[in-house]
């Protein structure tokens, strides 16, 4: 399968009605359909399963994000079939990403960052989207999920209860989505509630197993103009300040992506998050000669926030095991690293090569839930446990400046060592990290 264009940036429209949808049993629903949710999708449809994949708002869209792509991401992209064919593009035709620029208390050091790239996730979400839809799966847009209905210990399938507007009138409408298997792709704000045997769990609450981490940052993004600064393509800035870091690269189309992660106590003494970013960036940047943009640039830019970034959450929930978690509503670690879109789509991939039986049965192409439920767990611990710890491990190292600037520094001595250690800390070995 070739790459859609990435080029477009028309709507994706929907390929069912809400009410057709409502007609039709579905083998998985997957619900979110960021890298995670269409990567699953995708692959699932394309094994042969009657899959939905719907999402609360419309394709392309913007997402806080820092748009890099790591080796395992495009390690994942080329496995779901979305390459060109020529290894010497990247898929969906995002940049490539030569160093990164670690800036830290006025100092900064170049460090090279091959084989990963950058793409805007107005190109990259819509052009999954599209990947799945020609895989042979249906899509809704614009579909809001209030609640999952599992039923009891004993059911047959699972569903989901939905609103949905449709385009040629203002009011709502609700309908009843029955599937075999639910897929939660619905990302750090995974507020859908879940009904078991008459005991509602309405996420995050503690008694559903999920965990948001002490001393959790926050996630803050804003793109500005490509006249903001004369940031070359392929370079990665990194601001690294006390109150947390951010992240600067330039996209396809010129713009610049902004993404920070930043303390909630700078966020509750200044109300403006634009301000508390300009405070890193300044703070890092100092007097150096690198190319960001002003304070006043920042300051003006309009920030979207995230919820708390470091989370788990159970990969499976309900008595049956018929509904599983993926990309970050099952888990995210604060990843200064940039892996973040790696993890989502290698996420995805585990979650359908879970479901999906080796030997299906004619017209039942799933493992039954106890076994796809057992092979999702470990997988995913085989996956992400050793991961997820490196990031925690650097993501106390920047929480201390001695540490930031002796490294910073360290890389301007000896930037032969730096470039042995960076595979280390990012995690890009000759796979990416794939397992």
Same mark, same amino acid.
């Given at each position: 399968? *070739?790459?859609?264009?990435?080029?477009?940036?028309?709507?994706?429209?929907?390929?069912? +009605?809400?009410?057709?949808?409502?007609?039709?049993?579905?083998?998985?629903?997957?619900?979110? =359909?960021?890298?995670?949710?269409?990567?699953?999708?995708?692959?699932?449809?394309?094994?042969?399963?009657?899959?939905?994949?719907?999402?609360?708002?419309?394709?392309?869209?913007?997402?806080?994000?820092?748009?890099?792509?790591?080796?395992?991401?495009?390690?994942?992209?080329?496995?779901?079939?979305?390459?060109?064919?020529?290894?010497?593009?990247?898929?969906?035709?995002?940049?490539?990403?030569?160093?990164?620029?670690?800036?830290?208390?006025?100092?900064?050091?170049?460090?090279?960052?091959?084989?990963?790239?950058?793409?805007?996730?107005?190109?990259?979400?819509?052009?999954?989207?599209?990947?799945?839809?020609?895989?042979?799966?249906?899509?809704?847009?614009?579909?809001?999920?209030?609640?999952?209905?599992?039923?009891? =210990?004993?059911?047959?399938?699972?569903?989901?209860?939905?609103?949905?507007?449709?385009?040629?009138?203002?009011?709502?409408?609700?309908?009843?989505?029955?599937?075999?298997?639910?897929?939660?792709?619905?990302?750090?704000?995974?507020?859908?509630?879940?009904?078991?045997?008459?005991?509602?769990?309405?996420?995050?609450?503690?008694?559903?197993?999920?965990?948001?981490?002490?001393?959790?940052?926050?996630?803050?993004?804003?793109?500005?103009?490509?006249?903001?600064?004369?940031?070359? %393509?392929?370079?990665?800035?990194?601001?690294?300040?006390?109150?947390?870091?951010?992240?600067?690269?330039?996209?396809?189309?010129?713009?610049?992506?902004?993404?920070?992660?930043?303390?909630?106590?700078?966020?509750?003494?200044?109300?403006?998050?634009?301000?508390?970013? =300009?405070?890193?960036?300044?703070?890092?940047?100092?007097?150096?000669?690198?190319?960001?943009?002003?304070?006043? +640039?920042? *300051?003006?830019?309009?920030?979207?926030? +995230?919820?708390?970034?470091?989370?788990?959450?159970?990969?499976?929930?309900?008595? +049956?095991?018929?509904?599983?978690?993926?990309?970050?509503?099952?888990?995210?670690?604060?990843?200064?690293?940039?892996?973040?879109?790696?993890?989502?789509?290698?996420?995805?991939?585990?979650?359908?090569?879970?479901?999906?039986?080796?030997?299906?049965?004619?017209?039942?192409?799933?493992?039954?839930?106890?076994?796809?439920?057992?092979?999702?767990?470990?997988?995913?611990?085989?996956? %992400?446990?050793?991961?997820?710890?490196?990031?925690?491990?650097?993501?106390?190292?920047?929480?201390?400046?001695?540490?930031?600037?002796?490294?910073?520094?360290?890389?301007?001595?000896?930037?032969?060592?730096?470039?042995?250690?960076?595979?280390?800390?990012?995690?890009?070995?000759?796979?990416?990290?794939?397992?």
């Amino acid at each position: 399968m *070739t790459s859609p264009d990435p080029r477009t940036n028309a709507p994706v429209v929907a390929t069912i +009605t809400a009410a057709g949808a409502a007609r039709t049993r579905w083998q998985v629903l997957v619900i979110g =359909a960021g890298p995670a949710g269409a990567a699953a999708a995708l692959r699932l449809a394309a094994a042969g399963a009657r899959v939905l994949l719907i999402d609360r708002g419309g394709m392309p869209r913007w997402k806080v994000c820092g748009c890099c792509l790591s080796v395992a991401a495009v390690d994942e992209l080329r496995l779901l079939g979305c390459g060109t064919g020529d290894d010497s593009r990247l898929p969906f035709d995002a940049l490539p990403l030569d160093s990164v620029s670690v800036a830290h208390g006025g100092r900064s050091a170049v460090l090279p960052l091959p084989g990963g790239g950058v793409v805007s996730r107005d190109i990259l979400d819509a052009g999954l989207v599209r990947a799945a839809i020609a895989a042979g799966c249906h899509w809704l847009p614009q579909a809001h999920v209030a609640s999952i209905d599992e039923g009891e =210990a004993g059911a047959q399938e699972v569903a989901a209860t939905l609103s949905v507007r449709t385009p040629a009138s203002a009011a709502m409408t609700s309908h009843r989505i029955a599937a075999d298997r639910i897929v939660l792709a619905t990302g750090l704000a995974d507020h859908v509630r879940i009904a078991v045997s008459d005991r509602t769990i309405v996420a995050p609450a503690s008694e559903d197993g999920r965990h948001v981490a002490a001393e959790n940052r926050i996630g803050l993004g804003a793109t500005l103009p490509a006249d903001a600064a004369e940031l070359p %393509f392929g370079q990665l800035v990194m601001a690294v300040g006390r109150e947390g870091y951010c992240g600067i690269v330039r996209l396809e189309d010129g713009r610049l992506d902004v993404a920070a992660a930043v303390s909630r106590e700078s966020l509750g003494r200044n109300a403006d998050p634009a301000r508390v970013v =300009a405070a890193i960036v300044a703070e890092a940047v100092g007097r150096s000669s690198l190319p960001m943009p002003t304070t006043a +640039t920042l *300051t003006a830019a309009a920030f979207r926030a +995230t919820p708390p970034l470091t989370r788990s959450a159970p990969l499976v929930s309900g008595a +049956t095991g018929r509904i599983l978690r993926c990309g970050d509503a099952a888990g995210y670690v604060e990843p200064f690293t940039g892996e973040g879109i790696g993890w989502a789509l290698a996420s995805g991939r585990l979650v359908a090569e879970a479901l999906r039986d080796d030997e299906p049965a004619a017209g039942a192409p799933l493992r039954s839930p106890a076994a796809a439920a057992a092979r999702y767990r470990e997988s995913h611990r085989r996956r %992400f446990a050793a991961v997820h710890a490196r990031c925690r491990r650097v993501a106390l190292a920047l929480r201390r400046p001695g540490v930031v600037m002796a490294a910073v520094q360290a890389a301007r001595v000896a930037p032969w060592a730096a470039r042995r250690l960076m595979p280390a800390v990012i995690g890009a070995g000759p796979t990416g990290g794939r397992r």
